[in-house]
């Protein structure tokens, strides 16, 4: 049924909640209260603090009002707990019904027409966490109360019965930031499409602003400050999340660097807490930052849940984590991995903290290390063919910048020893062909690392287990088939040594070094077959490639059958420009094509040959 509409009637406010305009609707039809007003028309004014449909469809009869009006800024019962407001949910202890807050410039203005139904309160000064008025920038204060037994929501009796003067008013006038309060009205009203925050509550927004600002600012907690301070300390956390993820996690990153990495909570405080609860279902984006930069810099084990989700990969590792999954005690595991440069050093108040991931390489060998003594007894071999065998670079120890002893990873053991022994046959008794390693070393002048090396490339195909043991001393090869194998050996049967060298052109041996500063010859160097020692050779091919562009004086004057002073005093006579060799050095050389084609050098030779004298 329609009811008839009302005599007197005002234009409902900006953001205004259907039971405070109703409020103000009692005032003006000259009714003391709300609940004799309704009481009156026919309404409920506990219905219409609710926003039930059907209250609000019989108050737009009665004053003209489109119901979406007055449904807009109408707060919602949405649990026992909790309430709405534009689709946004927040807690009951954040509506403030029994001491609202009032704007005495809003106040003051109205009262210049004497009449407080004048007044449209906005619909935030019932919300908590709202504590300025975004239109004249001033702190919302609590109205005074001086009655009992008003209805909560009876905004306009309760004002009129304070009777707060005008100096008075001036008096609570307090200015203060108001960035949040403009957003969380934007966010009520849907126009916060344009920041990284869009779609996020206002409630959780204002409240991490605030804990963010805490932070920041060094406060501990937020719960003794005054309303003017955290209202000041929002703007600065809202000032922080507004400019973006970067900015937020730039300011995050700084605290770190502050107050160390010791604890996530001295660290964050109040902000990571709020983060940690519901709150950071609300804000998801802002928690994720948070997230981010934690896993960055502090040490979550897998499994942890960490702000709503659990951790799964681990990032670092502390010494005593390492120690666990290595089994390593952690001073000896300290050194080891600074002397890996996989952790550095620090100060005895900051926590140890170890990158995962470069470090789990490391960390592998370690967990599966064996001692020394232990290697040896795995291998079967004694301790100077271990050492042999490291030096080569076979064999690498986890901890090589060691003072005590070597530790060795049992999976690169297990590999080098199955690697020997892949093409091994099974021997009942020892062959007399067959002999250990060290001897076919011995036999073959060569070291155990260069057999071991022809053992794991398979280039020896005779290899017996005594007894089908797998261990280095029940290895038994054929030291011929080594000395076949073993490639510095067959490049020493195409070179010279470097006494060769000098007979074969009749110089001194600086002058043999001089050409080989000047990069004529190409030498390398191998242990000798007889003496096992460490001998320089030079390439025959290079010595004939030398050989056809020069030829040296004792050579020239051989092929030429005369004396070797008598051809350099007719070659420096001719003026032929030989191979420039140091003056201390004994033996010159020439170019062939000059010596050989000369006219002078050819009847020379021609006389010779005649019987012709110098």
């Known amino acids: 049924m329609r009811r008839a509409r009302l005599g007197l009637t005002l234009p409902i406010g900006r953001n205004e909640p259907a039971v405070a305009y109703a409020s103000r609707l009692a005032a ?4 003391s209260s709300l609940w004799a007003f309704c009481s009156l028309v026919g309404l409920s004014a506990l219905k219409l603090s609710r926003a039930d449909p059907e209250e609000l469809s019989r108050l737009s009869d009665l004053s003209g009002t489109v119901v979406a009006d007055l449904a807009r800024f109408s707060i919602r019962t949405n649990t026992r707990a909790t309430r709405t407001l534009g689709g946004q949910i927040f807690p009951n202890k954040d509506i403030k019904i029994q001491t609202q807050y009032i704007c005495p410039k809003c106040v003051l203005e109205a009262a210049d027409d004497r009449e407080w139904y004048h007044v449209p309160p906005d619909v935030f000064w019932y919300l908590d966490f709202v504590r300025t008025c975004p239109k004249h920038g001033l702190l919302l204060v609590p109205m005074p109360e001086q009655q009992v037994g008003w209805f909560p929501y009876d905004f306009t009796a309760r004002l009129s ?19 949040v309060d403009e957003f969380s009205i934007a966010s009520f009203s849907g126009n916060t499409d344009s920041t990284w925050l869009a779609g996020s509550s206002a409630y959780a927004v204002s409240r991490a602003s605030e804990r963010l600002g805490c932070i920041v600012e060094g406060f501990r907690s937020a719960r003794q400050l005054s309303r003017q301070e955290l209202a000041r300390l929002a703007d600065v956390g809202f000032e922080v999340l507004s400019n973006g993820p970067e900015s937020l996690r730039r300011v995050l990153e700084e605290l770190i660097a502050q107050r160390g990495r010791s604890s996530l909570r001295k660290t964050f405080g109040v902000f990571f807490h709020l983060m940690d609860g519901k709150m950071g279902d609300a804000i998801p984006m802002v928690r994720a930052v948070l997230r981010d930069v934690t896993l960055e810099n502090f040490v979550i084990h897998p499994g942890d849940k960490l702000l709503g989700e659990v951790c799964t990969t681990r990032r670092f590792h502390t010494l ?10 952690p001073v000896k595991l300290a050194n080891v991995l600074r002397s890996a440069g996989l952790m550095a050093e620090i100060s005895a108040s900051d926590p140890i903290m170890i990158e995962a991931e470069p470090a789990e390489e490391m960390l592998r060998k370690l967990s599966s290390s064996v001692l020394t003594k232990d290697a040896l007894s795995f291998l079967g071999l004694p301790w100077r063919h271990l050492m042999s065998l490291q030096d080569s670079g076979l064999i690498a120890p986890v901890n090589p910048a060691c003072r005590g002893q070597y530790m060795y990873c049992l999976h690169e053991l297990k590999h080098l020893r199955d690697a020997m022994c892949k093409s091994a046959r099974v021997l009942s008794r020892e062959s007399a062909d067959l002999v250990p390693v060290y001897k076919a070393a011995n036999q073959s002048v060569c070291s155990i690392s260069e057999v ?3 053992l794991t490339s398979g280039k020896l195909q005779d290899v017996g ?15 011929a088939e080594v000395f076949e194998a073993l490639p510095a050996y067959r490049e020493v049967t ?6 060769e060298l000098l007979k074969h052109f009749g110089v001194c041996g600086k002058t043999l070094a001089f050409l080989l500063r000047e990069g004529h010859f190409d030498e390398f160097r191998t242990r000798c077959r007889q003496s096992r020692k460490v001998r320089s050779y030079i390439t025959i091919s290079s010595v004939e490639r030398f050989s056809g562009t020069y030829i040296s ?12 002073r008598n051809l350099s005093y007719l070659i420096k006579g001719a003026g032929l420009y030989e191979l420039p060799v140091p003056e201390k050095c004994r033996g010159r050389f020439f170019r062939r094509e000059d010596v050989l084609s000369g006219n002078e050098l050819t009847g020379l030779n021609s006389s010779n040959k005649t019987g012709g004298s110098l």
Not at 28 to 31: D, F, P, S, V
Not at 320 to 329: C, F, I, R
Request: proline share 3%; charged share 15%.
């Open 494 to 499: 195409d070179a010279m040594t470097r006494e």
């Open 465 to 479: 287990l005594v007894g089908g043991v797998q261990g280095f001393d029940a290895i038994r090869v054929d030291p």
């Open 28 to 31: 003006l039809n000259g009714c």
């Open 161 to 179: 019965q304070a009777q707060i003067g005008r100096e008075t008013l001036i008096g609570l006038m307090t200015h203060a930031p108001t960035r």
């Open 452 to 454: 071991v090396t022809l």
């Open 553 to 564: 004086l004792r050579n020239l004057a051989q092929e030429m059958q005369i004396s070797a």
């Open 320 to 329: 005593t984590s390492a120690s666990d999954l290595t089994g390593v005690h």
